[in-house]
């Protein structure tokens, strides 16, 4: 069965580093983008990064760029988000989430994981 498992949320203060984590079973990761996600409260859901499966093409949301960098390892089934300089407001849920292809924009989205709480405050 598809799963997807977010990991590395938590408490850290304003221009601080995380590391997250989506470990992915029931499939062949390479054959799929991967996209982070997420939703504040109060607030509509948001992409947040892409990766295609290639791993050469990668999207960032304009509110992310210069501080986000997403990666694959195919290998350890494995995407990473890492998250530097962060600013309160990139507090909320993070989901990661299986395209429905290869491409990050030419198919919709599949599978979603639980997500992981990241809180950026003082």
């Known amino acids: 069965q598809v799963q997807l498992v977010e990991s590395g949320g938590g408490l850290v203060q304003p221009g601080g580093s995380l590391r997250l984590s989506c470990a992915a079973s029931?499939?062949?990761?390479?054959?799929?983008?991967i996209g982070w996600f997420r939703q504040a409260p109060g607030k509509e859901r948001e992409g947040v990064s892409c990766?295609?499966?290639?791993?050469?093409?990668?999207y960032y949301t304009d509110s992310v760029k210069g501080r986000f960098t997403i990666s694959r390892d195919n290998a350890k089934n494995t995407v990473y988000l890492q998250m530097n300089s962060l600013k309160p407001e990139d507090t909320a849920v993070y989901y990661c989430?299986?395209?429905?292809?290869?491409?990050?924009?030419?198919?919709?989205?599949?599978?979603w994981g639980k997500g992981t709480l990241v809180t950026v405050s003082s």
């Open positions: 029931g499939f062949t990761l390479n054959y799929y983008a």
């Open positions: 990766i295609s499966s290639s791993g050469i093409n990668t």
């Open positions: 989430a299986r395209r429905s292809g290869g491409s990050c924009f030419r198919d919709g989205t599949d599978y």
